[in-house]
Nanobody, 126 residues
Framework: QVQLVESGGGLVQAGGSLRLSCAAS????????VGWFRQAPGKEREFVVA????????YYGASVKGRFTISRDNAKNTVYLQMNSLKPEDTAVYHC???????????????????WGQGTQVTVSS
């Protein structure tokens, strides 16, 4: 099994930036596609973005392309989410998730993954 721990959340003003980290333990993260999701109060969990095992392919959800960037450092067993131009509607708990399926994109699109982290709160003030 792989354990995922998110960090880097916090309170930021609209227009600001944050970088989230998803650190893995238990197994090497290089064998997993990894992605970020978010869940705002009273809303369903939303897929944000995912990255392939090697980092060569990214897959974005509809809401953040152009403002958020995912990257990974397999040597550090960590995946990052750089969030720029933040808006109040980006406020949510952000979770990372991991999956080993070869056909990984539908699993992220459909929120069906093998492993999840506990999440980190991001709050954007207006």
């Amino acid at each position: 099994q792989v354990q995922l721990v998110e960090s880097g959340g916090g309170l930021v003003q609209a227009g600001g930036s944050l970088r989230l980290s998803c650190a893995a333990s238990g197994r090497t993260l290089s064998t997993y596609a990894v992605g970020w999701f978010r869940q705002a109060p009273g809303k369903e969990r939303e897929f944000v973005v995912a990255i392939s095992r090697s980092g060569s392919t990214t897959y974005y959800g509809a809401s953040v392309k152009g403002r958020f960037t995912i990257s990974r450092d397999n040597a550090k067993n960590t995946v990052y989410l750089q969030m720029n131009s933040l808006k109040p509607e980006d406020t949510a708990v952000y979770h990372c998730g991991a999956d080993q399926a070869a056909n990984w994109q539908p699993r992220f699109r459909d929120n069906v993954l093998d492993y999840w982290g506990q999440g980190t709160q991001v709050t954007v003030s207006s």
